[in-house]
């Protein structure tokens, strides 16, 4: 199933065990994913999605956007904007992109991972002209992470993980790899 949703929607895809693709559009949306394998896209506007069951890929795009992946190996993608990113249960990836960051020099401007887990099998990937995660620097903030380009921007923050565990599980990936470009 292919879906858009109109401005400022609530959609919920009512099936089970099956695959959908979702795009929001222009306004504020809610999007809730299917038990099976998901593809939603926020789009513009401030955005929640969830991908429920099921190994999902969920994309914020343009405004501050919070995404839950649920049950299952997820991929969550903020973009532009402060986005909340939670992989719940599975091993999730967390992909963060270095030309989101440019700017950025506040924490509470940057996207955050609120439930890294390396017992899970969690990983961050960030997307960059760079390909070595030599190009990235760490700091720790309280029990925080936060992730910058250069010592510079700030990419994103780890919440309650240590910069040994975001070094360890971190993997630096060319913005021409074409599987990454979702929405």
Do not use: C, P
């Not at 504020?28 to 969830?50: A, E, H, R």
């Not at 991929?75 to 986005?83: E, K, N, P, V």
């Not at 070094?167 to 790899?177: E, F, G, R, Y």
Request: charge should be negative; charged fraction near 25%; hydrophobic fraction near 35%.
């Amino acid at each position: 199933m292919s879906q858009a949703t109109n401005d400022d929607d609530d959609f919920v895809i009512n099936q089970v065990d099956e695959s959908s693709v979702v795009k929001g559009l222009k306004g504020d949306d809610k999007i809730t994913g299917s038990d099976g394998n998901d593809l939603i896209s926020g789009n513009q506007g401030n955005d929640s999605l969830f991908g429920l069951e099921g190994n999902d890929w969920l994309r914020g795009g343009k405004g501050d956007d919070e995404l839950t992946g649920g049950m299952g190996d997820d991929y969550l993608i903020g973009d532009h904007g402060t986005d909340i990113l939670t992989g719940d249960a599975g091993a999730d990836s967390f992909i963060l992109r270095s030309v989101t960051a440019a700017g950025i020099e506040e924490i509470q401007q940057a996207d955050i991972i609120t439930d890294f887990n390396v017992g899970d099998n969690d990983r961050i990937i960030v997307i960059a002209d760079f390909t070595s995660s030599e190009d990235l620097s760490y700091e720790s903030i309280g029990t925080d992470t936060v992730i910058k380009l250069d010592n510079s921007f700030i990419l994103g923050v780890v919440k309650g993980t240590s910069e040994e565990d975001v070094k360890n599980n971190i993997l630096v990936v060319n913005s021409d790899d074409y599987a990454l470009r979702l929405g």
